[in-house]
């Protein structure tokens, strides 16, 4: 429905932003099997290394998930790019000596999950480097660097982004994020308007680009994603994040792959659906997680659909689009 048009100098100031936090070098070699038609692997797996004389090894395919692990190992790449979903099955495959070389293994496109966190960390050694970002903004925004690091955030925002939160009617923490800076977009180009760059505007003024993403901000400067605004179901009147939806869903069943969606509900207005790939997984066990986590009831699904596999699409994010179809169906 739109293209967004970078300029070279969003690019390059996108990479700038990213060499000015983490200390990337020409000793370093970049693995990247993520697709360059998509922002995340264009910019930090393809122009990244070659802005920084960085040696680049270019993968066709992120799921290969057996031939990965060992060319980090044939190879020696001390870098790596991915996605939650990708970095879990790479993990899975992988001995650990195939990524004894590595430095920074770097994850954006997607929340990271718990769970991933903690089989890289125990099996190799290593601590994901979770970053944000749209790609409106080139797309880095945020990540976290060896030097500050917060688990369960997405690190600091880069140098040089100027940042509003401005609240979002009920939804109590956090606020709905605005970004400006040298990395954003020069504009979209619309289909209903062929040719006509569309710079960004927003709410909180020109230039000003809207993430779409609900965050807070501690007092150190991290930031936590609470969910995209398009991710919230209203439930009996009650706001509920998706994406604590799948946090329980997670805490239920580590193992399984789970993805929440919304159908409509003639009583509630909407009813959450969620799709596992946990065949044991329920909705005591979903309860049972919710008061772990301080979540309250209303936000447990009462419609669970087992599936063999997530749709996902080709740059590993979960496809929402075709989940919301297969919600809408059941």
């Not at 360059?36 to 797996?45: D, N, Q």
């Not at 994040?241 to 329980?248: A, D, I, N, R, T």
Request: net charge neutral; aromatic share 10%; proline share 6%.
């Amino acid at each position: 429905p739109k293209g967004v048009v970078l300029s070279h100098h969003a690019l390059l100031s996108n990479i700038a932003q990213i060499r000015s936090v983490i200390d990337f070098s020409s000793e370093d070699k970049v693995l990247n099997a993520l697709p360059i038609f998509h922002s995340f692997g264009l910019t930090g797996g393809a122009l990244l290394p070659i802005m920084t004389g960085m040696k680049l090894f270019l993968y066709p395919t992120p799921l290969h998930y057996r031939v990965i692990p060992e060319i980090a190992y044939d190879r020696s790449c001390s870098v790596l790019f991915g996605t939650s979903t990708f970095l879990a099955n790479y993990a899975k495959f992988a001995h650990p000596y195939d990524f004894f070389r590595l430095r920074y293994v770097v994850a954006g496109a997607e929340k990271l999950s718990e769970s991933v966190r903690n089989l890289w960390f125990e099996k190799f050694g290593i601590r994901i480097l979770e970053g944000y970002g749209a790609t409106e903004t080139a797309p880095v925004l945020s990540v976290n660097t060896p030097m500050a690091y917060k688990t369960g955030t997405v690190g600091q925002l880069l140098p040089g982004i100027e940042y509003r939160l401005l609240p979002v009617p009920g939804i109590d923490k956090g606020g709905m994020l605005y970004v400006r800076g040298p990395n954003v977009m020069s504009g979209y180009f619309r289909f209903d308007a062929p040719g006509i760059l569309k710079p960004p505007t927003s709410i909180a003024g020109e230039g000003w680009y809207e993430t779409g993403d609900v965050v807070s901000i501690d007092d150190d400067g991290f930031v936590s994603i609470v969910g995209r605004v398009k991710r919230f179901a209203k439930v009996a009147g009650e706001m509920v994040s998706l994406e604590v939806v799948e946090k329980m869903a997670t805490l239920a069943a580590p193992a399984a792959l789970s993805a929440a969606s919304t159908q409509a509900d003639g009583a509630r207005g909407e009813a959450i659906v969620l799709f596992t790939t946990d065949p044991l997984i329920n909705r005591e066990a979903l309860v049972e997680s919710a008061r772990k986590l301080g979540v309250p009831e209303i936000a447990v699904p009462r419609k669970i659909l087992r599936v063999d596999s997530l749709p996902l699409l080709g740059t590993g994010k979960v496809d929402y689009v075709s989940l919301k179809r297969l919600a809408e169906a059941s």
